[in-house]
């Protein structure tokens, strides 16, 4: 009987998943395209997105305890910021080159799983950009990713 590990802890743990946006949003700040987008970002958030993926990927509720966020506080973070396709694509390349630079876990069943959550994650925060209104009520659960349909090296 296996014991399949969650992404949070495949990926490395807690330090893994800050070290990432640290790298991320060191690239953000240099970026002609994302820059203006995250000009009013506050010292914390690099380390509220860490904690929000971590807690997603089966990791310590740091972001719903720690930071007092929720999945609808995420979500008023983008309502109303009008992002665009070229942003949501400039930010997907970033955070890959970043995951690399990382040293992230690349065996094709982590970043099959960490591609596809970014995809939805970004796609819904283009969709929930171009609201006024927040979709998500403080009562709905944080989204829970996991490995999908792929044959997961935990399973050698
Ligand atoms: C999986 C996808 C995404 C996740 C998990 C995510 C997560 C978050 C979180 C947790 C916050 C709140 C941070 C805080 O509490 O301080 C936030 C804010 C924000 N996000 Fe995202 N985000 C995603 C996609 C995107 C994309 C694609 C863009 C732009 C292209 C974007 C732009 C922003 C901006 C502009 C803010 C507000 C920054 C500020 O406080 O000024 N996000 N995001």
């Known amino acids: 009987m296996h014991t399949i590990p969650t992404l949070y802890e495949?990926?490395?743990?807690?330090?893994?998943?800050?070290?990432?946006?640290?790298?991320?949003y060191e690239k953000v700040g240099k970026d002609e395209i994302l820059m203006p987008v995250f000009k009013n970002m506050s010292a914390a958030h690099s380390q509220h997105v860490a904690h929000f993926i971590a807690e997603v990927f089966g990791g310590p509720k740091l972001y719903t305890t720690q930071d007092q966020g929720s999945h609808a506080h995420m979500v008023a973070h983008?309502?109303?910021k009008s992002l665009t396709e070229v942003q949501r694509k400039q930010w997907?390349?970033?955070?890959?080159?970043?995951?690399?630079e990382t040293g992230l876990a690349d065996d094709p069943e982590f970043r099959s799983a960490l591609v596809g959550y970014l995809e939805?994650?970004?796609?819904?925060?283009v969709i929930n950009s171009?609201?006024?209104?927040?979709?998500?009520?403080?009562?709905?659960?944080?989204p829970v990713w996991g490995w999908g349909e792929?044959?997961?090296?935990?399973?050698?």
């Open 10 to 24: 495949w990926a490395g743990g807690q330090s893994v998943f800050e070290r990432l946006t640290t790298i991320f």
């Open 150 to 156: 792929t044959g997961g090296p935990y399973q050698k």
């Open 130 to 142: 171009n609201t006024t209104e927040n979709p998500v009520s403080e009562q709905e659960p944080m």
């Open 92 to 100: 997907i390349k970033l955070l890959l080159e970043s995951a690399d």
């Open 78 to 80: 983008h309502v109303g």
């Open 120 to 125: 939805w994650g970004s796609r819904l925060a």
